[in-house]
């Protein structure tokens, strides 16, 4: 059964780091490109960050210099370091595949306030 794990979320002051990971059992995971997407209270779900299986990243922009996504193929998990958080990053994030979304796991609540 696929299944998508997050965890690391909490409660941090503006200008704090956290770091998500999401433990993914997927049978192919090292040839999947994964992302990181967040639900803000009273708002659609958005892409946050992806990485290909070539290791190339990608970001929203306004996480760009912030946040970094990585992932260790031998442990099908995939990782969101955030720096620099913001009040305005508060949200459940969530992992998923680039394409192709498989069921979404129940997320990891973030929280930036002082």
């Known amino acids: 059964q696929v299944q998508l794990v997050e965890s690391g979320g909490g409660l941090v002051q503006p200008g704090g780091s956290l770091r998500l990971s999401c433990a993914a059992s997927?049978?192919?995971?090292?040839?999947?490109?994964m992302g990181w997407y967040r639900q803000a209270p009273g708002k659609e779900r958005e892409w946050v960050a992806r990485?290909?299986?070539?290791?190339?990243?990608s970001y929203k922009d306004s996480v760009k210099g912030r946040f970094t996504i990585s992932r260790d193929n031998a442990k099908k998990t995939v990782y969101l370091q955030m720096n620099s958080l913001k009040p305005e990053d508060t949200a459940v994030y969530y992992c998923?595949?680039?394409?192709?979304?498989?069921?979404w796991g129940q997320g990891t609540q973030v929280t930036v306030s002082s």
């Open positions: 998923n595949r680039v394409v192709n979304y498989i069921g």
């Open positions: 990485i290909l299986i070539d290791g190339s990243t």
């Open positions: 997927i049978s192919l995971f090292s040839i999947t490109a």
